[in-house]
């Protein structure tokens, strides 16, 4: 990837979804998690702190080659719930105490996780932001 955490989600777009968020830039995704999948497919790995709860929003994309990413996919249907409302494939389950957003823009892989995502419309301003960002 050849972007950065502030191109994906801009200081105006986490403003709009809370103001109370900023960019975590000493962020280190935690090793097992998908965010560290994400960062060895040669992807990009965020954060943004609440200020006042300290809760975290995760955000991390790659670009990925059209069979990996067609395997990601057949898992997610058996695994996850469609969501149609992200204008991009994706799939939103509850994993743990967290929520998770997977979005396929391709050929760019879109995870959001947050504790703070309890649907998946909790996690789709952040995937829209992102999109966006990716040009899709």
Not at 102 to 130: K, L, M, N, R
Request: hydrophobic share 40%; net charge negative; charged share 15%.
């Amino acid at each position: 990837m050849t972007i950065g955490c502030r191109d994906l989600i801009s200081d105006q777009a986490i403003y709009d979804y809370n103001p109370n968020f900023s960019l975590k830039t000493d962020y280190t995704p935690a090793s097992g998690s998908i965010a560290a999948e994400v960062a060895r497919q040669n992807g990009l790995a965020c954060a943004w702190v609440n200020q006042t709860s300290g809760e975290l929003i995760e955000l991390s994309v790659a670009n990925l080659p059209a069979a990996h990413s067609t395997r990601l996919k057949n898992e997610l249907v058996t695994s996850s719930k469609s969501v149609p409302t992200y204008n991009v494939e994706g799939y939103f389950r509850v994993n743990g105490s967290s929520g998770e957003a997977q979005a396929f823009a391709d050929p760019y892989w879109i995870v959001a996780v947050s504790t703070g995502f309890f649907e998946p419309g909790d996690a789709a301003p952040i995937v829209a932001a992102a999109v966006k960002s990716l040009g899709r």
